[in-house]
């Protein structure tokens, strides 16, 4: 796109040099609109010279500060077709179209440019997060190597690149083949990827705590309230939960009977809320947002203002429902905006979080000879450490047919999230299957490179493709009705399941787990003991193997289970949503007992 130098008359002849010095003068003063007119009046007498390309950069730069995107992006085409290899341009350019959402075009623009190394490395960076965000793993995958190869000491980058190799079943993670040494991966795994890798909560501690580090969370020393010392003017004790999932999600599913139930004639419920994520069932969030007394919007607060504004509202109890987990702000935490905080449910390991003061968890799913991988003390529940309603309604309309299943066999189940398989699982599997001639292994079709990971590693066990089903993710009603199409689900471990175990359970679906020594580890095992069914409690991965091929080859004990869970949900504590509140409140009042004293 060539401009017209039709109106060079009308500008007075000046510089590039000197419209850009005087242009960010006026930048720095806040004048952005009259440096983006010196620009334009000057852009407009002098398209195309040699020195211009410069100020068609600046103009575009300052044209994306306002949000005009669109004609920033016009602005960096010119730059481009000056320069086919201004980077700069480029970089620009692609952030121009992907805020308008343009992400095709935006990654097109930054895979055409060819960089110094420098720029090369956050082009890269660029193409990774979008394509990310994108759902596009191996793409994501393909952009980090070649930004670590450029620069292979970028921790954020190692561990991001890990992930993905996890996601995509890409065995081993850790691997020298990625030119950086194992020591340095190992270092480098993320807090949530470390549950799926360490069953030892040493390890997932340490994870933390690089993280953390990595993230300079705690740089300010600010602490707002005194430790232990709730307000005694308060009739009731105010309790904030702080959560990134004020939403349909697996931490609001369980923590809604929670907010319902606990008792109001003790406690003031707040919701410190930092809910950024897209939220396509909305009744979910409004129910909550119904029942709490109160509800505090934080998210366009910094750290320090929102950790303030909790304090401003006298919490006594804060209650972290995020952890480490997507959304999260430890930095909240981190300066005690209240006098007791504990972390539950969101993420299920020491988060490793200045002045948390406890981990909520019950006896059987904490590990005491591992009490130094955590930070916090633990605050064991009387009771279970979840507990739901039966509105497990299963439908009848779909058939193993439909959902790509044989009517004939037996059909084991898998469907959890990919990044939760190991090899080690992954091996057992495969000789359950081998166990069990006609059976098939029914898992989540994340994305095709993730598929065909998972078909070769069971090629390699000797196990043919054809015997691995793979399903598209689908609606929650949908998915519990498709579970109840399977004989028995197969637990993953270390990382195990939670809100999936809880589907299972609503399906009458027996679940086979073995618990490691994390919480993460332990979850199943402690909801399938709540239901009466220790049977499906086995202590190694030989067990687990020879439980599932004995369970495989006896329909008649998978019919029982199933009958059995069933006819436990009319007593298991686990479906008593009441009990489990009245726990929870009872636990909240020894807390803050515990740290008076």
């Given at each position: ?408 066999a037996v059909v084991y189940c898998a469907l959890l999230n990919t990044y939760k398989i190991t090899p ?48 598209q993710r689908v609606h929650p009603a949908e998915y519990r009705t498709r579970l109840a199409m399977a ?86 504590p686990l479906f008593q949503t009441r009990l489990f509140a009245e726990h929870f409140g009872q636990a ?10």
């Amino acid at each position: 796109m060539k401009v017209s130098m039709s109106n060079q008359t009308q500008a007075t002849q000046v510089d590039a040099a000197s419209v850009m010095h005087a242009s960010r003068e006026l930048e720095s003063k806040g004048q952005l609109d009259a440096a983006i007119q010196l620009y334009r009046q000057w852009l407009t007498a002098y398209p195309n010279q040699t020195e211009s390309i410069m100020c068609w950069y600046e103009y575009g730069r300052l044209l994306q500060i306002t949000g005009a995107y669109a004609k920033a992006e016009s602005a960096f085409k010119v730059c481009l077709e000056q320069n086919p290899r201004f980077t700069e341009g480029a970089l620009a350019l692609g952030k121009s179209l992907e805020a308008q959402n343009r992400f095709d075009e935006a990654i097109s623009a930054w895979e055409k440019a060819i960089p110094p190394e420098a720029l090369q490395i956050q082009l890269y960076n660029n193409l990774a997060r979008l394509h990310d965000q994108r759902h596009n793993v191996e793409g994501a995958e393909q952009a980090l190597v070649k930004s670590l190869r450029l620069d292979p000491t970028q921790d954020a980058v190692i561990t991001t690149l890990l992930q993905q190799r996890q996601k995509l079943c890409r065995w081993p993670v850790l691997s020298q083949e990625l030119g950086i040494s194992e020591t340095v991966q190992k270092q480098n795994v993320g807090p949530l990827m470390s549950l799926a890798l360490f069953d030892d909560p040493k390890e997932n501690l340490n994870s933390v705590k690089h993280f953390l580090a990595s993230k300079n969370y705690f740089t300010a020393s600010t602490t707002l309230a005194q430790a232990g010392k709730v307000y005694p003017s308060h009739d009731k004790l105010r309790v904030g939960f702080l959560s990134a999932d004020f939403r349909l999600h697996a931490t609001s599913i369980f923590f809604s009977p929670l907010l319902e139930h606990l008792d109001r004639n003790l406690f003031e419920v707040y919701l410190l809320d930092i809910t950024v994520a897209d939220d396509p069932f909305p009744f979910a969030r409004q129910r909550m947002m119904e029942v709490a007394e109160h509800h505090i919007p934080l998210q366009a607060l910094d750290d320090e203002a929102a950790a303030k504004t909790i304090h401003a509202h006298e919490i006594d109890v804060l209650v972290d429902l995020a952890g480490l987990t997507s959304g999260a702000r430890p930095g909240i935490v981190g300066m005690r905006p209240a006098p007791v905080q504990m972390s539950y449910i969101g993420f299920l390991a020491s988060c490793g979080i200045p002045n948390m003061d406890y981990i909520v968890t019950t006896a059987d799913m904490f590990v005491d000879a591992y009490a130094d991988g955590f930070t916090e003390k633990p605050l064991k529940l009387a009771g279970t450490y979840v507990a739901f309603t039966n509105d497990g309604h299963i439908s009848t309309g779909s058939t193993r047919t439909q959902c790509g299943l044989p009517e004939d066999a037996v059909v084991y189940c898998a469907l959890l999230n990919t990044y939760k398989i190991t090899p080690d699982m992954f091996d057992c599997w495969m000789r359950i299957l081998q166990g069990v001639p006609n059976s098939v292994l029914w898992l989540v079709e994340e994305n095709p490179t993730t598929r065909r990971n998972l078909e070769q590693h069971a090629q390699r066990h000797g196990v043919t493709s054809e015997r691995l089903r793979f399903s598209q993710r689908v609606h929650p009603a949908e998915y519990r009705t498709r579970l109840a199409m399977a004989d028995l689900f197969l637990d993953s471990s270390p990382y195990g399941n939670g809100a999936t175990t809880r589907d299972v359970l609503l399906a009458n679906l027996p679940i086979l787990t073995k618990p490691g020594n994390t919480m993460m580890s332990r979850l199943t095992a402690h909801m399938v003991r709540a239901m009466g069914l220790d049977a499906l409690i086995v202590p190694d991965l030989e067990s687990y193997v020879d439980k599932a091929i004995a369970l495989g080859r006896d329909p008649q004990a998978l019919s029982a289970l199933k009958h059995s869970i069933a006819a436990a949900k009319e007593t298991s504590p686990l479906f008593q949503t009441r009990l489990f509140a009245e726990h929870f409140g009872q636990a909240i009042v020894q807390a803050t007992r515990e740290m008076a004293a």
